[in-house]
């Protein structure tokens, strides 16, 4: 029998925890997603001293079935990463095992192969910079699979700026927790891009690794006007960065030895 794979391992917690509870899939996947983004706040990172021992600790993490669904993610992120390469982990849950066809078919929501991202990324060639800074923005972003081969194909010494955008709330969540976990810096924005007033909510991904790289993840949930000030083609009009409680040097960077946990 073929191994199942992390995210497998991860859809068939989320489901058995639906059932026990008596809950629709669906809900308890979305809980999940908005339990991760809470964690990885920026808030809880700064408060904490950007401790993950602290921040990652069973004792903060009372959810079990979220952290160890947490664990297999971030496992698997880690994995990929060794070979410069991007997962898209949470895509890949929601595609096997909460999107069925006549709901894909319904509202028009299809994800793009990653096979076909990656195509896509290497005929674009390479990337312009605009003043030492490369930016990169995708509507109708989905999980964030397109960008996620884009950056797989990039140089991650120099510095980037992702712009993601959908109308569906979940595919916000994902894109952003997976431009997370993959160390990318931007915004995903849940709107509709073809109504310029329209705004639902919008995150900012990875703040504490701009301008300086570090070993460290944060999302943040930005209002209506902090998100009208974001021009992703103008990074001197862009947002003002988070500012550290602490010193990178004196930060601990997350630890492989949190997620040693075998299914």
């Known amino acids: 029998m073929k191994e199942k794979t992390n995210s ?16 629709d899939i669906p809900v308890c996947f979305q809980d999940w ?18 401790d993950y021992e602290v921040i990652l600790s069973p004792e903060n993490l009372k959810h079990d079935i979220f ?3 947490l664990v297999l993610w971030v496992n698997c992120a880690l994995e990929y990463q060794k070979d410069h390469k991007c997962v898209d982990f949470f895509g890949e ?6 999107q069925s066809k006549s709901k894909a078919s319904r509202m028009g929501q299809y994800f793009t192969p990653y096979s076909i991202g990656t195509l896509t990324s290497r005929c674009l060639g390479t990337q312009k910079e605009c003043e030492d800074t490369i930016f990169s923005s995708e509507p109708s972003c989905g999980s964030g699979r397109n960008l ?13 700026i992702w712009y993601a955008e959908d109308l569906d709330p979940v595919s916000v969540k994902m894109c952003a927790l997976n431009m997370m976990i993959n160390g990318m810096v ?3 924005v849940c709107h ?3 109504i310029p007033d329209d705004f639902i909510f ?27 000030k974001i021009n992703p083609w103008q990074p001197s009009e862009s947002v003002p960065k988070a500012q550290l409680s602490e010193p990178h040097s004196k930060m601990q960077p997350i630890p492989n030895s949190l997620f040693d946990y075998e299914p």
């Open 8 to 23: 497998e391992l991860a859809a068939d917690k989320i489901i058995s925890y639906a059932a026990k509870n008596g809950r």
């Open 33 to 50: 997603l908005q339990w991760l983004i809470n964690v990885f706040s920026i808030e809880r990172l700064l408060a904490n001293n950007a």
């Open 67 to 69: 952290r160890e669904c």
């Open 93 to 98: 849950v929601y595609e096997w095992c909460f």
């Open 148 to 160: 996620l081969a884009l950056w797989q194909d990039a140089d991650w010494d120099k510095r980037h």
């Open 186 to 188: 931007g915004y995903v």
């Open 192 to 194: 509709n891009t073809l």
């Open 202 to 228: 919008a995150y900012a991904v990875n703040e504490v690794r701009d301008p300086i790289p570090c070993n460290y993840f944060s999302i943040r949930q930005i209002s209506k006007e902090e998100f009208e």
